[in-house]
């Protein structure tokens, strides 16, 4: 045996294409059996292009090298007492939401990659998911490692992967990747690998990470800067998948069309939370929303359908929908988790003057005229103890579980209410995207596992909001949830900086 | 096709029946112009219930925060339900006038539209 050294692209094929073999006594419909039914079809796996030109070797070691750098930086801020030098602790809210909203879809994508990564006849395919679902893992313990450094200091992180899976706002995150997991194979490589991955990714973590650079948070930047080469490579396969399958078969383009509007809107849906993160949770602000969404959506979504246009494919339907909102889409989502203060594991807040003006100059047509009565409405009530938490749970969407918090764009002040009758029963939805996903597979969707549906059935613990919260949530009450004034945050920041609650000094000047 | 599924006439589980409710029934209602209330709300309620008892007892628990609340003016309250004009009668029971299950009560209250008018 030669020990001569193989040459890269000897090795990548050898550790990828080679992998392969005739299948000789199974029929390639039982071993692949979940490759035909959505409808897609594949003439020739051998077009596929791969797109990582990475082998599993080089990959450890290049991995390895980037986790040594990142453990040295959570340590350096873990001595260094880190959490006492973010801009703010209203600031750590942020970070909770993304803990219990965003890390545990990390962990969905890497059993959704790992799936797809055994359902495709392609191996060069095959090889790609499971290398995504690998860097999906590492992604979800590196962030619950920097976050860890918080659990010690603050309120609301202990128990993210519990919450995940039964709090209200979270099952927002959670029903949407359920909903990915749960489809075919190519459609959640439509999903999560184009629409989130690749046309979305930016306005999730482009936010995220620049809000904790802003903001004095090194851990959160830093595992950022270690998932960025990872989110490179991930958004070269979701639009590679894409390629391919409209390439493949010109029938293959509809069905593609359709997965695009479905999941550019569900994806959209998701990113609310975002947009409330970076217009009222960051004490530093980056970007507003606005700006946001008309750069890395508007402006380079729009380049990449014009690109995609030689296929067929036109820019999703509801974008308009999405552009027509961006002016009210923050206010909106902060007015829903402000009025359930008491049921959310962070802590909501009014903004300071200085922050409803720069709200103003951001959003000059809304904001005064709809929201800014709104908030010295409830900053009122709140000067005169009786802070403002609404008594009754809200309505639901049945497809993207958010409260029925958005407004029609021709009539901002009017609630938007679609329903459809489905089976003799009806369904109400917040929007034509939702409500047009819902009519297409009406056989999914009326399995939502609906929050507020669930504790009026029953199934969430006792009768008492209190056993809902308390037992079934597992949040501690008191601590992680309601307003950031008076709570245990504020209190521990305060001692840390030799502050005075603001209610303190104003007893003593008086 | 009421669902791509990997086995024929998938049927999903409907988790939102009305016999999961022990005997209520769903009830969105809705303050139009109001959104002080961030979105309408969801109440169980008997399907047997009078209307009465939503206009006395229900929405006053949801809603009598708001300083519009206390001026409102019930007879002339607009109502729609499922996005129909309706006129309720107080003393028939909800299922009697066509109030079914997850159905979407909405009253708007002429002249009062909110803090400073904003909707709010």
């Given amino acids: 045996m030669s020990n001569r050294k193989l040459n890269m692209k000897d090795k990548y094929r050898l550790l990828t294409r080679d992998l392969e073999w005739e299948y000789s006594y199974q029929d390639y419909e039982e071993i692949f059996k979940q490759e035909s039914f959505e409808g897609i079809k594949i003439t020739d796996w051998s077009k596929w292009e791969d797109p990582f030109r990475l082998t599993m070797d080089s990959y450890w070691k290049y991995q390895a090298e980037k986790e040594k750098k990142l453990y040295a930086i959570l340590d350096a801020f873990a001595q260094n007492n880190g959490q006492q030098n973010v801009a703010d602790a209203r600031y750590v809210n942020a970070i909770k939401l993304f803990l219990t909203g965003v890390s545990p879809l990390e962990y969905q994508a890497y059993n959704g990659f790992a799936h797809v990564g055994r359902q495709f006849g392609g191996v060069g395919a095959r090889v790609a998911c499971q290398m995504q679902s690998l860097d999906e893992l590492r992604h979800v313990q590196t962030q619950i490692h920097a976050m860890s450094h918080y659990n010690k200091h603050f309120d609301g992180f202990q128990d993210f992967a519990h919450m995940h899976d039964r709090v209200w706002y979270l099952s927002v995150p959670k029903s949407f990747f359920d909903d990915a997991r749960s489809a075919g194979p190519f459609e959640f490589m439509v999903a999560i690998g184009f629409s989130f991955e690749y046309v979305l990714t930016n306005l999730l973590f482009v936010p995220f990470m620049s809000g904790a650079a802003y903001n004095g948070d090194m851990a959160t930047v830093t595992f950022g800067f270690s998932a960025q080469s990872d989110e490179a490579r991930h958004m070269t396969l979701g639009l590679e998948i894409i390629k391919f399958m409209l390439e493949q078969h010109p029938d293959n383009v509809p069905i593609v069309q359709r997965w695009i509007n479905k999941w550019l809107w569900r994806g959209y849906r998701v990113l609310t939370l975002v947009a409330m993160m970076m217009d009222y949770m960051l004490p530093n602000k980056v970007m507003s929303w606005q700006e946001s969404f008309e750069v890395y959506f508007e402006e380079a979504a729009g380049s990449l359908f014009k690109d995609l246009a030689r296929y067929g494919i036109e820019m999703p339907n509801y974008a308009a929908d999405a552009i027509a909102e961006k002016e009210h889409l923050s206010h909106q989502a902060w007015g829903i988790f402000y009025n359930y203060g008491h049921a959310a594991a962070f802590h909501t807040w009014m903004p300071t003057d200085q922050e409803m003006d720069w709200l103003s100059e951001k959003y000059p047509n809304t904001f005064d005229k709809y929201y800014r009565p709104r908030y010295e409405e409830w900053r009122k009530m709140e000067e005169a103890g009786e802070r403002f938490y609404n008594p009754t749970l809200p309505m639901l969407c049945q497809t993207c579980q958010i409260p029925m918090g958005f407004t029609d764009m021709e009539n901002p002040t009017m609630t938007s209410y679609k329903q459809s009758v489905y089976d003799g029963e009806r369904y109400n939805f917040c929007s034509t995207g939702c409500k047009d996903i819902f009519d297409h597979e009406p056989e999914k969707y009326v399995q939502s596992w609906l929050p507020v549906h669930q504790i009026y059935q029953g199934n969430c613990g006792g009768a008492e909001m209190e056993d809902v919260l308390g037992e079934y949530y597992k949040m501690n009450l008191g601590a992680d949830n309601l307003d950031f004034k008076g709570s245990p945050d504020e209190a521990r920041w305060n001692a840390w900086h030799n502050l005075e609650p603001a209610e303190d000094k104003l007893k003593k000047a008086s | ?120």
Wanted: hydrophobic residues 40%; negative net charge; glycine residues 8%.
């Fill in chain 2, 1 to 120: 096709m009421a669902v791509a599924a990997i086995v024929e006439n998938y049927v999903g589980e409907r988790l939102d029946r009305v016999e999961n409710f022990h005997g209520n029934q769903i009830l969105y209602i809705g303050w139009d112009n109001h959104l002080f209330f961030c979105a309408p709300i969801a109440l169980p309620v008997p399907p047997d219930m009078p209307f009465s008892k939503v206009v006395e007892e229900l929405i006053p628990g949801a809603f009598s925060q708001h300083q519009d609340f206390s001026k409102i003016d019930w007879n002339a309250v607009q109502w729609h339900l499922n996005g129909e004009s309706f006129s309720p009668s107080m003393d028939a029971a909800l299922a009697d006038q066509g109030i079914d299950h997850k159905s979407i009560l909405r009253f708007s209250t002429p002249g009062l539209d909110g803090i400073k008018g904003s909707g709010s």
